[in-house]
């Protein structure tokens, strides 16, 4: 069996690692690749190889809702150059069993009209929570074999519209569903301290992003003294560690490297705060979190999917933040609150959350039930495996 999953998004890169897994190990002996239309490609699993021309652009992808100022970016960075590479590449896909179209409907179109296979398209970039497919999109998603919402509403919104669609798990919570790690690689938490989970993001802001949760955490460690505070920094998969560090250190908590801390790649201590960077054990991080501070996008969902009440910032001024941070709080709803991008406005509305355990409590539900379980990806791969036996006969 021959496969290729062709993704277009730093949390999709992710998604299909998580599909690749699930495909490998159910047909061992299958090529499954992966190519990146946005981005490196992450790090991916085992036996999942990367393919195709790729290249990180400055906006990181984000370029959606005619962001006319990322999209200059990257278009004077190359992108147009790109784009006509990479639907070369997809030309050249003919022995291909099935492809699969991780990502928007722009994705699966590059896919249909270049690569001209069997196609199954696991739809990430909408929902009905937040927008519902307009008649283009659907004309195109019913030329899939086979699309897999990423929850029941959208599902059957594109059946009702002619798509063969249908919900079996969300894929995102895939990565976080099952730990792959041994306890041993976690430092030890103090069990009688608060448990702040920050998500600096993936994108090139990651540094800034830190620096401003640690400032905030900082201030939220007085506003709760003299409970302490262990703020858990994720280090996204390709984000340098030493990026985050000096973004930690800015903030005025000086940090030292563990020489074989696990997960753990440096911690440090100010005022009643200890923080400790991570570098993997991203689903640990979350499950120890009592709230998460995210700037992230993926990440933010998976947290909220785990029941973790998530917080992040959005300047009054708009821009990327602004309808970014809308979309995604129209998707999770309640599970999300967005407070104003001024540190000590924004640690005085974590605190009074923090002592609002009702609402907390309905945060943690509603980011259940507007993420799904797990599942998506073996529901999927069993799809995508019995298209492409149909098509190697």
């Known amino acids: 069996m021959n496969i290729l999953i062709v993704s277009n998004g730093h949390g999709e890169s992710a998604i299909a690692g998580y599909l690749g897994s699930?495909?490998?190990e159910r047909a061992p002996g299958a090529r499954v690749e992966?190519?990146?239309?946005?981005?490196?490609?992450?790090?991916?699993?085992?036996?999942?190889?990367?393919?195709?021309?790729?290249?990180?652009?400055?906006?990181?992808?984000?370029?959606?809702?005619?962001?006319?100022?990322?999209?200059?970016?990257d278009i004077s960075a190359g992108l147009l150059g790109l784009i006509g590479r990479q639907f070369a590449y997809l030309r050249r896909q003919g022995e291909r069993d099935v492809i699969v179209a991780v990502g928007d409907v722009f994705c699966l179109a590059a896919c249909l009209l270049f690569a001209?296979?069997?196609?199954?398209?696991?739809?990430?970039?909408?929902?009905?929570?937040?927008?519902?497919?307009?008649?283009?999109?659907?004309?195109?998603?019913?030329?899939?074999?086979?699309?897999?919402?990423?929850?029941?509403?959208?599902?059957?919104?594109?059946?009702?519209?002619?798509?063969?669609?249908?919900?079996?798990?969300?894929?995102?919570?895939?990565?976080?569903?099952?730990?792959?790690?041994?306890?041993?690689?976690?430092?030890?938490l103090d069990s009688t301290a608060l448990h702040v989970g920050v998500l600096p993001g993936s994108r090139d802001d990651a540094q800034a992003n830190a620096a401003a949760a640690i400032r905030r955490v900082r201030l939220i460690a007085g506003m709760?003294?003299?409970?302490?505070?262990?703020?858990?920094?994720s280090v996204a998969p390709g984000v340098l560690v030493q990026t985050?560090?000096?973004?930690?250190?800015?903030?005025?908590?000086?940090?030292?490297?563990?020489?074989?801390?696990?997960?753990?790649?440096?911690?440090?201590?100010?005022d009643g705060l200890e923080v400790l960077a991570m570098n993997g054990c991203f689903g640990e991080l979350l499950r120890a979190s009592d709230i998460v501070l995210g700037q992230a996008g993926t990440g933010n969902e998976q947290a909220a999917g785990l029941g973790k009440p998530v917080i992040a910032s959005s300047s009054a001024l708009g821009g990327r933040l602004g309808w970014y941070r809308m979309r995604q709080q129209r998707l999770l709803g309640d599970a999300l609150l967005v407070l104003p991008d001024d540190d000590r406005e924004f640690a005085s509305g974590v605190a009074a959350l923090l002592a609002d355990s009702a609402r907390m409590l309905a945060m943690s539900r509603t980011g259940r039930e507007r993420m799904g379980g797990p599942g998506g990806s073996k529901a999927v791969a069993e799809a995508v495996l019995a298209l492409a036996s149909e098509s190697s006969v």
């Open 116 to 188: 001209r296979r069997a196609t199954v398209f696991v739809a990430t970039a909408k929902s009905q929570y937040v927008a519902s497919h307009s008649r283009l999109e659907c004309a195109i998603a019913r030329h899939a074999r086979i699309a897999f919402a990423r929850d029941a509403a959208t599902a059957h919104s594109l059946s009702e519209h002619g798509v063969n669609a249908r919900f079996a798990g969300n894929l995102m919570m895939d990565g976080v569903a099952v730990s792959k790690e041994p306890e041993a690689r976690l430092q030890p």
């Open 22 to 24: 699930a495909l490998l």
């Open 224 to 233: 709760l003294a003299p409970r302490r505070l262990q703020a858990l920094v």
């Open 34 to 73: 992966h190519f990146p239309l946005v981005g490196e490609g992450g790090d991916p699993p085992p036996g999942l190889a990367v393919v195709g021309p790729r290249a990180q652009m400055p906006s990181g992808g984000l370029v959606a809702y005619w962001n006319l100022k990322n999209l200059a970016r």
């Open 244 to 270: 985050v560090l000096d973004g930690i250190e800015s903030s005025g908590v000086s940090v030292e490297r563990m020489a074989d801390g696990g997960c753990v790649a440096a911690s440090g201590a100010s």
